[in-house]
């Protein structure tokens, strides 16, 4: 029995290794460059992972995209350029807020438009709404005489078989 405990607990020890992930260390001389490189990372959106930032994807390409950020602040290179790469590399999907031009003016503007939309028709259908109500009132005024005679006769009528 103990040495089942035994082999049990050094096959998990060596299990245990073939577990252990690499984690990319990327150096640099600077703070301010090491800062950049996170904001960065947390800025552009994997192209494979869709919804994940450089920083959380483990995708291969992400991995080469950050050794890529890491190499171009190593050139000294300023953050809008080092977007401007990836945007002209990967298309504006490694964005998360893609920037404002022909091609994404629905997707800035359409939510407003939407908005608006949704609100007049909401004024129309209110609008509608009342002139019924005012149409339905204006019919519930009083009977003319003649009116007024018709219905007196008709009643007496349905009195009179009743009876």
């Given amino acids: 029995m ?7 607990g050094l096959l998990l020890l060596l299990c245990s290794f073939l ?30 992972c869709q919804n994940q930032n450089l920083a959380d994807s483990n995708a291969e390409i992400a991995k080469d995209l950050r050794t890529k950020i890491q190499q171009m602040l190593v050139a000294d290179k300023t953050n809008p350029e080092i977007i401007d790469y990836m945007v002209e590399r990967y298309g504006d999907f490694v964005l998360y807020e893609p920037r404002v031009k022909p091609q994404t003016y629905l997707l800035w503007y359409g939510p407003v ?19 019924n109500k005012q149409s339905s009132a204006q019919s519930d005024v009083e ?11 008709l ?9």
């Fill in 113 to 131: 438009l939407l908005i608006l939309l949704g609100l007049v028709a909401i004024f129309f259908i209110i609008r509608g709404r009342m002139k």
């Fill in 143 to 153: 009977l003319t005489v003649a009116e007024a005679k018709q219905l007196d006769a």
């Fill in 2 to 8: 103990l040495k089942i405990k035994w082999a049990a």
């Fill in 155 to 163: 009643l007496n009528i349905k009195k009179g078989k009743k009876s």
């Fill in 19 to 48: 577990v252990s992930a690499a984690i990319d260390v990327y150096q640099f001389d600077d703070p301010e460059k090491e800062k950049r490189f996170q904001e960065l990372a947390y800025e552009l959106r994997c192209p494979k």
